[in-house]
Protein backbone atom coordinates (compact mmCIF):
# COMPACT_ATOMS: atom_id res chain seq x y z
CA UNK A 1 0.00 0.00 0.00
CA UNK A 2 1.37 3.56 -1.04
CA UNK A 3 1.60 6.11 2.30
CA UNK A 4 -0.54 8.81 1.26
CA UNK A 5 1.51 12.45 1.59
CA UNK A 6 -0.50 13.87 3.92
CA UNK A 7 0.37 10.70 6.45
CA UNK A 8 3.84 11.83 5.64
CA UNK A 9 3.71 15.11 6.52
CA UNK A 10 1.46 14.07 9.58
CA UNK A 11 4.56 11.71 10.77
CA UNK A 12 7.08 14.59 10.25
CA UNK A 13 4.58 17.08 12.45
CA UNK A 14 3.96 14.52 15.16
CA UNK A 15 7.81 14.05 15.51
CA UNK A 16 8.28 17.41 15.33
CA UNK A 17 5.41 17.98 18.15
CA UNK A 18 7.35 15.26 20.35
CA UNK A 19 10.35 17.23 20.13
CA UNK A 20 9.65 20.21 21.32
CA UNK A 21 6.51 19.18 23.97
CA UNK A 22 7.58 15.60 24.84
CA UNK A 23 11.57 16.48 26.39
CA UNK A 24 13.40 13.44 24.76
CA UNK A 25 16.23 12.58 26.67
CA UNK A 26 18.42 14.23 24.08
CA UNK A 27 17.03 17.45 24.44
CA UNK A 28 16.39 17.56 28.33
CA UNK A 29 20.75 16.81 28.42
CA UNK A 30 20.65 20.02 25.99
CA UNK A 31 18.64 22.02 29.02
CA UNK A 32 20.21 20.37 32.03
CA UNK A 33 22.92 22.22 33.68
CA UNK A 34 24.43 19.04 34.81
CA UNK A 35 25.98 15.72 34.33
CA UNK A 36 24.30 12.11 35.49
CA UNK A 37 21.13 9.87 34.67
CA UNK A 38 17.92 10.91 33.69
CA UNK A 39 14.92 8.94 33.32
CA UNK A 40 13.27 8.40 29.90
CA UNK A 41 9.85 10.50 29.73
CA UNK A 42 8.66 7.73 26.67
CA UNK A 43 9.62 4.88 28.66
CA UNK A 44 9.49 4.22 32.36
CA UNK A 45 12.10 1.21 32.45
CA UNK A 46 14.78 3.05 30.72
CA UNK A 47 17.27 5.81 31.54
CA UNK A 48 20.09 8.11 29.84
CA UNK A 49 22.96 9.49 30.90
CA UNK A 50 24.13 13.19 29.92
CA UNK A 51 27.74 14.68 29.78
CA UNK A 52 28.30 18.07 28.29
CA UNK A 53 24.55 18.68 27.37
CA UNK A 54 24.81 15.72 25.48
CA UNK A 55 23.69 12.62 25.85
CA UNK A 56 26.04 9.86 25.90
CA UNK A 57 24.28 6.49 27.09
CA UNK A 58 21.01 4.61 27.55
CA UNK A 59 19.76 1.36 28.98
CA UNK A 60 17.04 0.01 30.91
CA UNK A 61 16.10 -1.30 33.87
CA UNK A 62 15.87 -4.76 35.01
CA UNK A 63 12.37 -7.33 34.13
CA UNK A 64 10.15 -5.76 36.57
CA UNK A 65 11.65 -2.29 37.85
CA UNK A 66 11.33 0.89 36.91
CA UNK A 67 13.83 3.89 36.93
CA UNK A 68 13.69 6.07 39.92
CA UNK A 69 14.31 9.61 38.81
CA UNK A 70 14.88 11.04 42.56
CA UNK A 71 17.32 8.23 43.47
CA UNK A 72 18.82 8.10 40.20
CA UNK A 73 18.69 3.92 40.62
CA UNK A 74 16.24 1.36 39.69
CA UNK A 75 13.79 0.02 41.66
CA UNK A 76 10.56 -2.16 41.99
CA UNK A 77 7.55 -0.68 39.70
CA UNK A 78 5.01 -0.36 42.43
CA UNK A 79 7.35 2.28 44.25
CA UNK A 80 7.86 4.55 41.15
CA UNK A 81 5.98 7.30 39.59
CA UNK A 82 5.17 7.39 36.11
CA UNK A 83 4.57 10.17 33.02
CA UNK A 84 4.09 11.03 29.47
CA UNK A 85 4.11 13.68 27.16
CA UNK A 86 1.47 15.85 25.70
CA UNK A 87 0.89 14.48 22.22
CA UNK A 88 0.55 11.23 24.23
CA UNK A 89 -1.80 12.75 26.47
CA UNK A 90 -3.91 14.17 23.73
CA UNK A 91 -4.20 11.12 21.98
CA UNK A 92 -5.67 9.20 25.06
CA UNK A 93 -8.08 11.93 25.60
CA UNK A 94 -11.24 12.18 24.65
CA UNK A 95 -12.30 15.04 21.79
CA UNK A 96 -12.42 18.29 23.64
CA UNK A 97 -10.82 17.78 26.24
CA UNK A 98 -7.93 19.45 28.26
CA UNK A 99 -3.82 18.60 28.52
CA UNK A 100 -1.79 20.85 30.99
CA UNK A 101 1.80 22.33 29.49
CA UNK A 102 4.59 19.39 29.96
CA UNK A 103 6.49 22.03 30.72
CA UNK A 104 4.63 23.91 33.28
CA UNK A 105 1.35 22.42 34.59
CA UNK A 106 0.09 25.17 35.98
CA UNK A 107 -1.17 25.85 32.35
CA UNK A 108 -3.45 24.06 30.76
CA UNK A 109 -4.66 23.50 26.57
CA UNK A 110 -7.43 22.50 24.64
CA UNK A 111 -6.19 19.27 22.72
CA UNK A 112 -7.30 20.10 19.57
CA UNK A 113 -5.73 23.70 19.41
CA UNK A 114 -2.12 22.41 20.44
CA UNK A 115 -0.13 23.59 17.26
CA UNK A 116 -1.94 27.26 17.96
CA UNK A 117 -2.37 27.21 22.09
CA UNK A 118 -4.28 29.33 23.76
CA UNK A 119 -3.39 28.54 27.38
CA UNK A 120 -5.58 28.48 29.94
CA UNK A 121 -3.63 29.48 33.92
CA UNK A 122 -4.77 27.61 36.72
CA UNK A 123 -3.56 30.25 39.35
CA UNK A 124 -1.50 29.76 42.79
CA UNK A 125 -0.39 26.95 43.92
CA UNK A 126 -2.74 25.42 41.00
CA UNK A 127 -1.73 22.40 38.98
CA UNK A 128 -4.22 21.11 35.94
CA UNK A 129 -4.78 17.80 36.21
CA UNK A 130 -5.71 16.11 32.87
CA UNK A 131 -7.55 13.33 34.61
CA UNK A 132 -9.57 14.91 36.62
CA UNK A 133 -9.93 17.94 33.92
CA UNK A 134 -9.43 20.60 36.42
CA UNK A 135 -6.92 22.27 38.33
CA UNK A 136 -5.99 21.06 41.29
CA UNK A 137 -4.36 22.23 44.52
CA UNK A 138 -0.39 21.41 44.11
CA UNK A 139 0.70 18.51 46.69
CA UNK A 140 4.27 16.77 44.68
CA UNK A 141 4.62 18.48 41.61
CA UNK A 142 2.62 18.03 38.44
CA UNK A 143 0.48 15.14 38.32
CA UNK A 144 1.27 14.21 34.99
CA UNK A 145 4.73 14.86 32.72
CA UNK A 146 6.93 18.26 32.19
CA UNK A 147 10.40 19.57 31.67
CA UNK A 148 11.77 18.54 35.29
CA UNK A 149 9.92 15.08 35.23
CA UNK A 150 12.27 12.81 35.70
CA UNK A 151 14.79 14.85 36.34
CA UNK A 152 16.72 14.85 40.29
CA UNK A 153 15.81 17.21 42.74
CA UNK A 154 17.50 20.06 42.51
CA UNK A 155 18.28 20.13 38.62
CA UNK A 156 18.27 23.77 36.72
CA UNK A 157 16.66 23.18 33.07
CA UNK A 158 16.94 26.09 30.52
CA UNK A 159 13.68 27.05 29.10
CA UNK A 160 13.69 25.82 25.78
CA UNK A 161 11.74 28.85 24.56
CA UNK A 162 13.59 31.63 26.07
CA UNK A 163 17.84 33.09 26.55
CA UNK A 164 16.84 34.46 30.18
CA UNK A 165 14.26 31.83 31.57
CA UNK A 166 15.17 28.00 33.60
CA UNK A 167 13.24 25.38 35.46
CA UNK A 168 14.65 24.78 39.23
CA UNK A 169 13.26 20.98 39.66
CA UNK A 170 12.13 19.30 42.49
CA UNK A 171 9.87 16.50 42.92
CA UNK A 172 9.82 16.46 39.18
CA UNK A 173 7.89 19.85 39.76
CA UNK A 174 9.55 22.49 37.85
CA UNK A 175 9.92 25.61 39.38
CA UNK A 176 9.86 28.63 36.91
CA UNK A 177 12.68 31.28 37.22
CA UNK A 178 14.19 34.38 35.34
CA UNK A 179 17.76 35.58 35.55
CA UNK A 180 17.88 38.92 36.50
CA UNK A 181 17.90 42.53 34.39
CA UNK A 182 20.03 42.07 31.08
CA UNK A 183 21.32 38.24 32.01
CA UNK A 184 21.05 34.95 30.16
CA UNK A 185 20.60 31.47 31.47
CA UNK A 186 23.88 29.17 30.92
CA UNK A 187 23.13 25.69 30.47
CA UNK A 188 26.26 24.41 31.14
CA UNK A 189 26.92 26.22 34.48
CA UNK A 190 23.75 26.62 35.57
CA UNK A 191 24.40 29.90 36.61
CA UNK A 192 23.28 33.38 35.08
CA UNK A 193 25.76 35.64 32.87
CA UNK A 194 25.99 38.83 31.25
CA UNK A 195 26.88 37.46 28.00
CA UNK A 196 24.85 35.88 25.44
CA UNK A 197 25.50 32.10 25.48
CA UNK A 198 26.16 30.11 22.34
CA UNK A 199 22.55 28.53 21.73
CA UNK A 200 21.17 31.71 21.58
CA UNK A 201 20.56 33.76 18.62
CA UNK A 202 21.82 37.59 18.19
CA UNK A 203 18.17 38.84 17.79
CA UNK A 204 18.13 37.11 21.06
CA UNK A 205 20.51 39.56 22.68
CA UNK A 206 18.94 42.18 25.28
CA UNK A 207 19.60 45.51 24.45
CA UNK A 208 21.30 47.38 27.78
CA UNK A 209 18.71 48.99 29.96
CA UNK A 210 19.26 52.72 30.87
CA UNK A 211 18.76 53.26 34.41
CA UNK A 212 15.97 56.22 34.87
CA UNK A 213 17.47 59.09 36.46
CA UNK A 214 14.87 59.06 38.58
CA UNK A 215 13.36 56.53 40.20
CA UNK A 216 9.55 56.74 41.87
CA UNK A 217 9.46 53.29 43.85
CA UNK A 218 13.09 52.50 44.52
CA UNK A 219 13.03 54.42 47.98
CA UNK A 220 9.88 53.00 49.36
CA UNK A 221 10.89 49.70 48.55
CA UNK A 222 14.75 49.70 49.65
CA UNK A 223 15.48 52.41 52.19
CA UNK A 224 16.41 51.13 55.38
CA UNK A 225 13.66 52.64 58.29
CA UNK A 226 15.38 51.98 61.01
CA UNK A 227 18.23 54.08 59.60
CA UNK A 228 18.16 57.48 59.13
CA UNK A 229 20.16 59.94 56.29
CA UNK A 230 21.15 59.26 52.65
CA UNK A 231 21.36 55.77 51.45
CA UNK A 232 22.63 55.04 47.98
CA UNK A 233 20.74 51.69 46.98
CA UNK A 234 22.11 50.24 43.68
CA UNK A 235 19.86 50.75 40.23
CA UNK A 236 19.74 47.14 39.74
CA UNK A 237 20.98 47.01 35.84
CA UNK A 238 24.50 48.18 36.07
CA UNK A 239 27.22 47.60 38.44
CA UNK A 240 28.40 51.88 38.41
CA UNK A 241 24.91 52.95 39.15
CA UNK A 242 23.18 53.74 42.24
CA UNK A 243 19.94 56.00 43.77
CA UNK A 244 20.62 58.47 46.66
CA UNK A 245 17.52 58.09 48.88
CA UNK A 246 17.02 60.92 52.01
CA UNK A 247 14.00 58.80 53.33
CA UNK A 248 11.31 56.23 51.68
CA UNK A 249 9.21 58.86 50.76
CA UNK A 250 11.98 60.60 48.64
CA UNK A 251 12.56 59.88 44.48
CA UNK A 252 15.55 57.93 44.24
CA UNK A 253 18.25 60.07 42.07
CA UNK A 254 20.58 57.97 39.92
CA UNK A 255 24.04 58.96 39.87
CA UNK A 256 27.09 56.93 38.44
CA UNK A 257 30.36 55.94 40.25
CA UNK A 258 33.52 57.91 38.23
CA UNK A 259 34.90 56.08 35.78
CA UNK A 260 37.28 52.76 36.86
CA UNK A 261 34.89 52.63 39.43
CA UNK A 262 31.55 49.97 40.25
CA UNK A 263 29.10 50.83 43.46
CA UNK A 264 29.26 48.65 46.49
CA UNK A 265 26.46 48.70 48.42
CA UNK A 266 28.04 47.39 51.64
CA UNK A 267 30.28 49.83 52.15
CA UNK A 268 27.68 52.64 50.45
CA UNK A 269 30.50 53.67 48.05
CA UNK A 270 32.24 53.59 44.88
CA UNK A 271 35.52 51.31 45.51
CA UNK A 272 37.92 48.60 43.13
CA UNK A 273 35.57 46.59 40.64
CA UNK A 274 38.17 43.69 41.82
CA UNK A 275 36.74 43.59 45.35
CA UNK A 276 32.36 44.16 44.13
CA UNK A 277 31.29 41.16 42.84
CA UNK A 278 28.08 42.57 40.35
CA UNK A 279 26.20 40.25 39.17
CA UNK A 280 25.08 42.81 36.59
CA UNK A 281 27.70 43.35 33.43
CA UNK A 282 31.30 43.97 35.17
CA UNK A 283 33.01 45.40 32.13
CA UNK A 284 30.73 48.60 32.12
CA UNK A 285 32.04 51.68 33.17
CA UNK A 286 35.68 50.99 32.92
CA UNK A 287 38.34 50.48 30.03
CA UNK A 288 38.77 47.25 30.97
CA UNK A 289 39.67 44.25 27.86
CA UNK A 290 38.79 41.17 30.42
CA UNK A 291 37.24 41.36 33.57
CA UNK A 292 37.09 38.36 36.35
CA UNK A 293 33.90 36.14 35.92
CA UNK A 294 31.67 36.22 38.94
CA UNK A 295 30.53 32.15 40.32
CA UNK A 296 34.56 31.09 39.06
CA UNK A 297 36.45 31.93 41.69
CA UNK A 298 38.80 33.64 39.75
CA UNK A 299 39.23 30.83 37.16
CA UNK A 300 37.67 33.05 34.32
CA UNK A 301 37.09 35.93 32.62
CA UNK A 302 35.47 37.73 30.82
CA UNK A 303 36.00 39.31 27.47
CA UNK A 304 34.71 43.19 26.91
CA UNK A 305 34.29 44.90 23.94
CA UNK A 306 32.28 48.55 24.03
CA UNK A 307 32.08 47.92 27.61
CA UNK A 308 29.68 44.91 27.45
CA UNK A 309 30.54 41.04 28.09
CA UNK A 310 30.96 39.39 24.85
CA UNK A 311 32.12 35.89 26.20
CA UNK A 312 33.79 33.96 29.11
CA UNK A 313 37.10 32.17 28.66
CA UNK A 314 39.05 29.57 31.03
CA UNK A 315 42.81 29.95 32.71
CA UNK A 316 44.67 27.37 31.08
CA UNK A 317 45.86 24.75 34.22
CA UNK A 318 49.31 26.62 34.75
CA UNK A 319 48.23 29.66 35.23
CA UNK A 320 44.26 28.98 36.63
CA UNK A 321 43.39 32.49 38.44
CA UNK A 322 42.40 35.59 36.57
CA UNK A 323 44.08 38.27 38.32
CA UNK A 324 41.61 41.62 37.26
CA UNK A 325 44.53 43.95 37.58
CA UNK A 326 47.40 42.67 35.85
CA UNK A 327 44.86 41.66 33.61
CA UNK A 328 46.74 38.20 33.31
CA UNK A 329 46.14 34.35 34.38
CA UNK A 330 48.89 33.45 36.93
CA UNK A 331 49.27 30.55 39.47
CA UNK A 332 48.90 33.04 42.52
CA UNK A 333 44.90 32.97 43.82
CA UNK A 334 44.86 37.23 43.44
CA UNK A 335 42.48 37.09 46.54
CA UNK A 336 40.40 39.61 45.67
CA UNK A 337 36.97 39.96 47.37
CA UNK A 338 35.03 38.88 43.75
CA UNK A 339 36.76 35.71 43.71
CA UNK A 340 34.75 34.90 46.50
CA UNK A 341 31.12 36.10 46.23
CA UNK A 342 28.89 34.11 43.63
CA UNK A 343 25.86 36.06 42.14
C1 LIG B 1 10.03 35.42 33.32
O1 LIG B 1 10.03 36.34 32.25
C2 LIG B 1 8.99 36.12 31.30
C3 LIG B 1 9.21 37.05 30.14
O2 LIG B 1 9.43 38.36 30.55
C4 LIG B 1 7.64 36.31 31.99
O3 LIG B 1 6.59 36.08 31.08
C5 LIG B 1 7.54 35.34 33.17
O4 LIG B 1 6.34 35.55 33.88
C6 LIG B 1 8.72 35.51 34.11
N1 LIG B 1 8.67 34.45 35.13
C7 LIG B 1 8.98 34.64 36.41
C8 LIG B 1 8.88 33.48 37.32
O5 LIG B 1 9.33 35.73 36.83
Given at each position: MRVPQWAFHLAIFLAFLAEIRGFLMEIKCKLWAGNGYIGDPSDCQAWGFCQDNKLID?????????????????????????????????????????????????????????????????????????????????????????????????????????????????????????????????????????????????????????????????????????????QLLPDLKTCYGYYACTSELDLGRWSSCPWGQHFEWWSQRCGEPKDNSCSYDRCGNMNQLKVTTINTGCREYTVCQNYRSRRSEKCPEDFPYFNEISQRCTDKFPNHRVCYMDG
Open positions: RNGCNEGLLYNFRKGTCDKAADVMCHSNLAEICTNLQLGYYAADPANCRRFVKCDAIDDPIWGDCGEDQVFNNKLQRCVQETSGCPQDNICSYMKDGSFMGDPNSCQGYYKCHNGFAIEMNCSTGRYFNRKSGNCQSWLPDYCSKDDEIAPETPLSTNFHICSKYYQRDLSGV
